[in-house]
């Protein structure tokens, strides 16, 4: 809901699981989404009323004014159902509309997170903050949407088959040990009624109870992973977006970062220009008119023009040190040399904390990708000296799945957020520029973690 496109990943799908301890846990994670299932149908509720009550009140009072108000307490009914309707809508749809949207990422979360299936996301940005629309641009911003009725879909398949999927294995289970397994374990009343009278069919005795209540229990443990897995496919099926809307959100993605880009790029050939101008070229100016000046003096003020000589020594020591400092900012001699890991382990070197480098690369990402990864790891350590107030702090650096990953981590007191106006949206936006994602954790009190993550591949 952000003003952001972000691109489409294509994520790949992970291998089942197996043992009874993730069944178990899958079963506890259908009933978890079967709550989600049921805040989508109050949802769904929130939407759908408002809608058909303004509907109906205005279609009948259309009605009774064709009759000429023969029934004049029926209009006034009606019209006052309209207009409650009309204020419902109001108030309540566009923010029906965002939990729709909220309930349907945290489905692809959790699908991700719990089943190993991920559902790619797309959703137009708006014009601005949600909450700074009027009800006209932001209503028009949600249904212009085809994220928003895919969501939609979402939760009335989710209530019509989700909910009969999700139940399967909880029914087995509750079915087989209060069906069977109950009777057959003979409990009874101080009356001596039975708490649950046995199902009545031949031979039904309670070894025969006992066996088929223990078949269906382990049927429902068993079948909770398949069941999980298949709600997660159903809901990828219904919530991924298609490949036009895929490629068109791409588009916008890549013409907003090539624009930030060439900003950036410009801002940088801006800073390098005034840093020569008043730095290194300046000194050598003035280093120019100190070597002018002692040669006029050398004949006649030896003396002098050996002060002028030393002079112009420094100065020329001052404005190569300040050369390579620039070019250090360009493109740090270390980097190209020993690579992105040994790159970091300097910047942990010079870094006023204590700094712990782990990990390794087996090879050299691209070197933009490189550059663009350094400098980002450059600036989070320089935000942790400044303002965690962290005692130490942890970089990890790996490539795994065709991507590089790095994670910065302190013991500071957290806080961190890129809506702050912190140089965490400025490294967003660089790694954007590679399809790269920056996640933040960091709560109040802390700890602070960090992830950088740009698909690229070693050489």
Known sequence: MSGDVAPVAVARESGPRRGLAWSLGALSRTLAFFSLTLAGVVLLAVIVGPVA?????FGHLGQD??????LAGEATRDLLGGLIGVACC??????ALLGARWLAALTRELSARWCGVPIASAYRPAPAGPERLG?????????????????LLWLVVNAVLGSVLLLVPAGLVVGGAVGFLVPAGGDLHPGGHPVVPPPAFPGNTPLVLAVIGLAMVAT???????????YARLARLVLSPSEQVALQLRVMHLDRTRRETLDTGAAELRRIERDLHDGAQARLVAMGLTLDAAGRLIDTDPAAARALLIEARDASAKALAELRDLVRGIHPPVLADRGLADAIRALALDCPLRVRVTGSLPGRPPAPVESAAYFAVCELLANVAKHSGAHAAEVDVRHSDGALRISVFDDGCGGASPARGTGLSGIARRLAAFDGVLVVSSPVGGPTMVTMELPCALS
């Open 53 to 57: 009550l303004t509907v109906l009140g």
């Open 90 to 95: 109001y108030l309540l749809l566009p923010r």
């Open 135 to 151: 009800y006209r641009r932001r209503m028009d911003w949600l249904l212009t949407d085809a994220g928003t009725w895919r969501d």
């Open 220 to 230: 429902g443990v068993g079948s909770a992973p398949l069941v999980l897995r298949g």
């Open 65 to 70: 004014m064709h009759q000429d108000f023969a």
